[in-house]
C-alpha cells in the first residue's frame, strides 16, 4: 500500500478516519474551552493546565485497569460509547455554576475512560491494514489530526469569543455526537483476542510487553521526550491568552508538515536514524523561544514530533498481533500521562517563575533524555530483537490471536 487512494479503498478505513478526526475536534475544542474558562475564573496557570490536559493525569490509572479491553471488545461498539461518553460529559461542563473541582473530577473520570479509545482504535487500524500499510494509515490519522486541530483551535478562539467557552463545550458536546454517528458506519468485527477483559488480564498483558527490554526502550522514547513539550505547550494560555489559539494551530501545523513527510516520504532505511534527529528538533526550538517568542519556532519544534511516527512503527515490529491493540493503547495512555504530568509541572513552574523559563526548562530535559536514550535505540538492537523468537506464554488472552473477520 503506497498511495492515499489505496488507503482509502480499503474497507472500514474511512469511517475509523471519521469517527477518529471527530473525536480530536471535540477535544480540542472542549479542551480550549475548558481551559480558558478556568484559568479566567482563577488565574492559575497551574488549574488551567489541569483542566485542559488533566484527563492525561489519569490514563494512568485506566492504562492499569481496562487496556485489556482494547483487544477484547468489539471496535464498533467500543469507539461509538466512547464517543458518546464524551458528549454527555462536554454537555455537563457547560452547566452554569459548576465549580473548579467538579470540573476536574468530570475531566479524570473521562481521562480513565479515553484511556481504552486509542487502543481500540490504532489496534483497529493495525487490523485493517497490512505491515507496509500501517505506517501510512497513522500518518493519515495524525496529518487529520494536525489538519483538525488547527481549525479546532482556530474555531475554538472564535466560539469562545461569540459564544462564552460554555457555549464552546455545547458545540464540543455535538461534534462527539456526530463522531458517535460516524462510528456506526465500522462494520462489526469480532475482538481480536479472546478471554473477558479484566484488571488482572490487563496487568498480565501489561507486565508481558514491558518484559522486553527493546520494547521498553521504545516505549519510553514514545512517552518522555515529547510529554515534556508538550508540557511546554500547556503554558501557551498563560503566556499569551489573547494569542493562545494561533500558538497551538502553529504547533499543530508543524506536526502535520513533520507528519506528512514522514509517513509519506521518508524510506524505511531512514526511518531508525531519524527519531533522534527528529526529537532534539522537538525541544531545541523552545530554548530559543525564550529569546525569541516566535510561533514560526513553536511550528517548527512540532515537526519533531514525527519521531513519534516512527517509533510506532518500531513498536509494532516488536509487538505479537494479538497485543497489538494493548500495545499501541499502552503507549498512548503513557504518553497523554506523561503530557499531563508534565503539564502540571509546567504550570507548577510557571507560577515560581514565567512560563518562558519554565518552557525552556522542560525543553532543555527534553533534549537531555533524547541523548540519554540513544544508544538503547541503536538500529542493530531493534534489528536483533525484532529477528529473535517471541517467549510469551500462551494465556487465555492469546491464543487466538489475529481476527480475520
Known amino acids: 500500500m503506497r ?11 474511512t469511517p475509523l478516519f471519521l469517527v477518529s478526526s471527530g473525536q480530536v475536534a471535540g477535544q480540542t475544542v472542549s479542551g480550549l474551552a475548558l481551559g480558558t474558562l478556568v484559568y479566567a475564573g482563577t488565574g492559575s496557570p497551574l488549574l488551567s493546565g489541569l483542566a485542559m490536559f488533566g484527563p492525561a493525569l489519569s490514563q494512568a490509572v485506566g492504562a492499569a485497569t481496562l487496556l485489556s479491553a482494547a483487544d477484547r471488545l468489539p471496535p464498533r461498539a467500543a469507539l461509538t460509547g466512547l464517543s458518546l461518553v464524551s458528549a454527555l460529559a462536554a454537555a455537563v461542563l457547560a452547566v452554569p455554576g459548576l465549580p473548579v473541582w467538579g470540573m476536574l473530577v468530570i475531566v479524570l473520570a473521562l481521562g480513565v475512560l479515553s484511556s481504552l479509545g486509542g487502543g481500540v482504535r490504532y489496534g483497529l487500524l493495525n487490523e485493517l491494514l497490512d505491515q507496509d500499510g500501517y505506517l501510512l494509515g497513522r500518518s493519515v490519522l495524525n ?56 484488571p488482572a488480564e490487563t496487568w498480565r498483558d501489561n507486565a508481558r510487553l514491558w518484559s522486553s527490554r527493546p520494547r521498553r526502550h521504545v516505549y519510553l522514547a514514545l512517552w518522555l521526550p515529547n510529554g515534556l ?63 525569541y517568542p516566535s510561533p514560526v519556532l513553536i511550528a517548527l519544534a512540532s515537526a519533531g514530533y514525527a519521531a513519534t511516527l516512527l517509533l510506532q512503527d518500531r513498536l509494532m515490529a516488536l509487538t505479537p498481533p494479538e497485543l497489538s491493540g494493548h500495545a499501541l493503547g499502552l503507549h498512548s495512555a503513557g504518553m497523554i500521562t506523561t503530557q499531563g504530568l508534565a503539564a502540571v509541572l509546567a504550570g507548577a513552574l510557571a507560577e515560581r517563575t514565567s512560563p518562558v523559563v519554565s518552557m525552556a526548562v522542560l525543553a532543555a530535559a527534553s533534549a537531555a533524555i533524547t541523548l540519554a536514550l540513544v544508544p538503547r535505540l541503536r538500529p542493530a538492537r531493534v534489528a536483533t530483537a525484532r529477528n529473535a523468537p517471541a517467549k510469551l506464554p500462551l494465556t487465555r488472552g492469546n491464543r487466538r490471536g489475529k481476527d480475520s473477520s
Open 3 to 13: 498511495t492515499y487512494r489505496d488507503l482509502f479503498g480499503r474497507s472500514g478505513f
Open 143 to 198: 496529518m487529520s489530526s494536525g489538519i483538525v486541530q488547527i481549525a479546532g483551535f482556530g474555531a475554538g478562539g472564535v466560539l469562545v469569543t461569540v459564544l462564552s467557552p460554555r457555549g464552546t463545550l455545547l458545540a464540543a458536546a455535538a461534534i462527539h455526537l456526530a463522531a458517535a454517528l460516524a462510528g456506526l458506519g465500522l462494520g462489526r468485527r469480532r475482538p481480536r483476542a479472546a478471554g473477558r477483559p479484566s
Open 229 to 291: 513539550i508538550v508540557g511546554c505547550e500547556s503554558l501557551f494560555v498563560p503566556l499569551a491568552p489573547e494569542r493562545a489559539g494561533l500558538l497551538f494551530a502553529c504547533a499543530a501545523a508543524g506536526m502535520l508538515a513533520g507528519d506528512v513527510l514522514a509517513g509519506r516520504f521518508v524510506p524505511p532505511h531512514w526511518r531508525a536514524r531519524l527519531v533522534t534527529p527528529l526529537h532534539l528538533l522537538l525541544a531545541l526550538p523552545y530554548l530559543a523561544f525564550v529569546v
